[in-house]
T-cell receptor
Framework: DTAVSQTPKYLVTQMGNDKSIKCEQN?????MYWYKQDSKKFLKIMFS???????INETVPNRFSPKSPDKAHLNLHINSLELGDSAVYFC?????????????FGSGTQLSVL | KNEVEQSPQNLTAQEGEFITINCSYS?????LHWLQQHPGGGIVSLFM???GKKKHGRLIATINIQEKHSSLHITASHPRDSAVYIC????????????FGQGTILTVHP
């Protein structure tokens, strides 16, 4: 069983569309995250949720809205997609919010906006 | 200048060689992570350090808090070690807010 699973793995869409990426973890973790990896492979945190509560929102445009229906799921909705949103998006989870918590990553979703 | 700098950016080695990847950071941290990203894209956490040294198989990670520096060593390198190695640092109450280095692309030839 995959510990952190995200779908879809690839997402190709037109500018202006609305799309969602789903993430689920079966590790019993309290904290989930979304990270963005740009074309230069730089990773940057977007959101952090702890027990369904938003903890971090890192100056992400409000076209991006995370939704956490329960602590095992953190989905990412993106409205009015723009070319610059093309990137790889990684979901991750950890047991807690401390700096020394090990992160478990999903396999990534490669989003291409045409 | 990034808060987390890795060197080298690209590293090519022959199978069996000892490899060192360096990470320097300019901010106060409470933990440093080493991550591995395989060509398929998946990211795996290798180590988490707040002091000293950790070893797992052929991988060794060290950190010097005073010098704000960490190293990842791979002994007896193998082609399957080919990947991008990423250093990331976490502040005090980080809530997973890691600051990442740009990654080191390692290629090990047979």
């Amino acid at each position: 069983d995959t510990a952190v699973s995200q779908t879809p793995k690839y997402l190709v869409t037109q500018m202006g569309n609305d799309k969602s990426i789903k993430c689920e973890q079966n590790l019993g973790h309290d904290t989930m995250y979304w990270y963005k990896q740009d074309s230069k492979k730089f990773l940057k945190i977007m959101f952090s949720y702890n027990n369904k509560e938003l903890i971090i929102n890192e100056t992400v445009p409000n076209r991006f809205s995370p939704k956490s229906p329960d602590k095992a799921h953190l989905n990412l909705h993106i409205n009015s997609l723009e070319l610059g949103d093309s990137a790889v998006y990684f979901c991750a989870s950890s047991g807690g919010t401390g700096a020394n918590e090990k992160l478990f990553f999903g396999s990534g979703t490669q989003l291409s906006v045409l | 200048k990034n808060e987390v700098e890795q060197s080298p950016q690209n590293l090519t080695a022959q199978e069996g060689e000892f490899i060192t990847i360096n990470c320097s950071y300019s901010v106060g941290i409470s933990a440093l992570h080493w991550l591995q990203q395989h060509p398929g894209g998946g990211i795996v956490s290798l180590f988490m350090l707040s002091s000293g040294k950790k070893k797992h198989g052929r991988l060794i990670a060290t950190i010097n808090i005073q010098e704000k520096h960490s190293s990842l060593h791979i002994t007896a390198s193998h082609p399957r070690d080919s990947a991008v190695y990423i250093c990331a640092v976490a502040g005090g109450t980080s809530y997973g807010k890691l600051t990442f280095g740009q990654g080191t692309i390692l290629t090990v030839h047979p």
